[in-house]
């Protein structure tokens, strides 16, 4: 199983060319000295086509108030193009790159972090550096790791958006003492039948909560920040096979049928059918009680070993149509404005990258809990893999 994986990805990489296409060939320089009104100026009527994650109402209407900023002060459209793995987004890139398509490409900007960065990123289908030279990147709080995705160096190829972690969602009046760790989880589920359940991978919700198990339960938890190894893949996984083994039949369906994302938890919460919910955003229940998603005897923890903490990125296409504006918005929506707007805990309540001083509103109220870092890109892959092997139904 493994093999195909690794396999798939080292044919894509012969298979891509490895010539690199740079701004400057579209009458853009990349440089310390970036001319920024010029580009202001040459995005002007231009639409970028925002290749975006779509399951949740908050993000949406998020990305359209952004599209009405960005035509509103630059005369840029934002189009986001709703997609449920951004990994459709990749192979898109990689047929289009193989066909020579290397200017007019059909996708402008990404929301994208972990494995999916690493395959542009050794595919070369990333546009040259960009991010420091942002007028906005002078609001970046750099004490965040914003310089490695995944354990992957950024070197500039993907500009910060967002910090998530995983976290768990209760009722405190149906469930006043929700289980810390995985062991404890296993117990809570014994008592309670059909009461708990996580999204079906290769949902990124769902891949998290394998990573956050398989970092408890591993013997040596470095291994996960290795790239995988074919060799001990089985051996090191084994832990996490005959947890879920446990777990599955007492969970929501007897684990015949997952929910299809986080909101769906958060329904399943609300409705009742489920006393725990799981998100990636710590703000996400101040911001689903504002919207009335929610109840407000909701809360939300992180498990004790802490929680699985990433920063998710945007990033420019080697062959984008509209580079200009894709650099107008990501500059935008990285703007104290459009982060502090973002983080808004009645709106999206995304965490901001930037640093305090530049956060306005309740955004500035955003908690975080103790980080866990993500592990090497290669085991979502591997992991998603092998879990649809054995529970893919």
Same mark, same amino acid.
């Given at each position: 199983?493994l093999?195909?994986?690794?396999l798939k990805?080292?044919?894509?990489t012969v298979f891509?060319?490895?010539s690199?296409?740079?701004?400057?060939q579209d009458?853009?320089t990349?440089?310390?000295?970036?001319?920024?009104?010029?580009?202001?100026k040459?995005?002007?009527?231009q639409?970028v086509y925002?290749?975006?994650?779509g399951?949740?109402?908050?993000?949406?209407?998020y990305l359209?108030?952004?599209?009405k900023?960005l035509?509103?002060q630059?005369d840029?459209r934002?189009?986001?193009?709703?997609?449920?793995?951004?990994?459709?987004?990749?192979s898109?890139?990689?047929?289009?790159?193989a066909a020579?398509?290397?200017t007019?490409?059909t996708?402008?900007?990404?929301?994208?972090n972990?494995?999916?960065f690493?395959?542009?990123k050794?595919n070369?289908l990333?546009?040259q550096?960009?991010?420091q030279?942002?007028?906005?990147w002078?609001f970046?709080?750099?004490?965040f790791?914003?310089?490695?995705?995944?354990t992957e160096?950024?070197?500039?190829?993907?500009?910060p958006?967002?910090i998530g972690q995983?976290?768990?969602i209760?009722?405190?009046?149906r469930?006043p003492t929700p289980p810390t760790?995985?062991?404890?989880l296993?117990?809570? +589920? &014994?008592?309670?039948?059909?009461?708990? =359940?996580y999204?079906q991978?290769p $949902?990124?919700?769902?891949?998290?909560f394998?990573k956050?198990?398989l970092?408890?339960?591993v013997e040596?938890?470095?291994?996960?920040y290795q790239?995988?190894?074919?060799k001990?893949f089985?051996?090191?996984t084994?832990?996490l096979w005959?947890?879920?083994?446990?777990?599955h039949p007492?969970?929501?369906q007897?684990?015949k049928?997952?929910?299809?994302?986080?909101?769906h938890t958060?329904?399943?919460l609300?409705d009742?059918e489920?006393?725990l919910?799981?998100?990636?955003n710590?703000?996400?229940?101040s911001?689903?009680q504002s919207?009335?998603t929610?109840?407000?005897?909701?809360?939300s923890?992180?498990?004790?070993?802490g929680?699985l903490s990433?920063?998710?990125?945007?990033?420019i296409?080697?062959?984008?149509?509209?580079?200009?504006g894709a650099?107008v918005?990501?500059n935008f929506l990285?703007s104290?404005? +459009? &982060?502090?707007?973002?983080?808004d805990? =009645?709106?999206?309540g995304?965490? $901001?990258?930037?640093?305090t001083?530049y956060?306005t509103?309740s955004a500035?109220?955003?908690?975080?809990?103790?980080?866990?870092?993500?592990?090497?890109?290669s085991?979502?892959?591997a992991?998603?893999?092998?879990?649809?092997q054995?529970?893919?139904h």
């Open positions: 199983m093999k195909k994986v690794i990805i080292a044919i894509a891509v060319s490895t690199s296409f740079s701004l400057a009458t853009t990349i440089s310390k000295n970036l001319d920024w009104p010029r580009i202001e040459q995005a002007k009527g639409t925002f290749y975006a994650w399951g949740s109402q908050q993000i949406n209407n359209r108030w952004a599209d900023q035509q509103q630059f840029v934002l189009q986001h193009v709703k997609v449920d793995d951004i990994s459709t987004a990749i898109r890139l990689l047929a289009e790159k020579g398509k290397v007019g490409g996708i402008d900007m990404l929301w994208i972990g494995e999916n690493k395959n542009m050794q070369q990333i546009t550096p960009f991010a030279q942002l007028p906005s002078q970046v709080n750099k004490d790791p914003v310089d490695n995705d995944f160096p950024t070197e500039g190829l993907e500009a958006w967002g995983l976290i768990f209760h009722d405190k009046k469930t760790s995985m062991k404890q296993l117990t809570f +589920a &014994q008592q309670n039948p059909n009461k708990f =359940s999204p991978p $949902s990124f919700h769902g891949t998290s394998l956050t198990a970092l408890e339960l040596d938890p470095a291994l996960l790239a995988v190894d074919e001990t089985v051996k090191t084994q832990p005959q947890y879920l083994d446990q777990l007492l969970s929501w007897q684990g049928q997952f929910p299809t994302s986080s909101a958060m329904q399943l609300d009742g489920l006393d919910a799981i998100s990636f710590p703000n996400e229940v911001s689903a919207n009335g929610l109840a407000e005897t909701t809360d923890y992180a498990m004790e070993n929680a990433n920063i998710h990125f945007l990033s296409p080697f062959n984008a149509n509209a580079k200009q650099l918005a990501i990285l104290p404005e +459009a &982060q502090s707007k973002k983080g805990l =009645s709106q999206w995304d965490p $901001s990258v930037l640093k001083q956060i509103g500035a109220n955003t908690k975080l809990f103790k980080s866990v870092a993500e592990p090497h890109p085991w979502q892959a992991l998603e893999q092998a879990w649809q054995r529970y893919g």
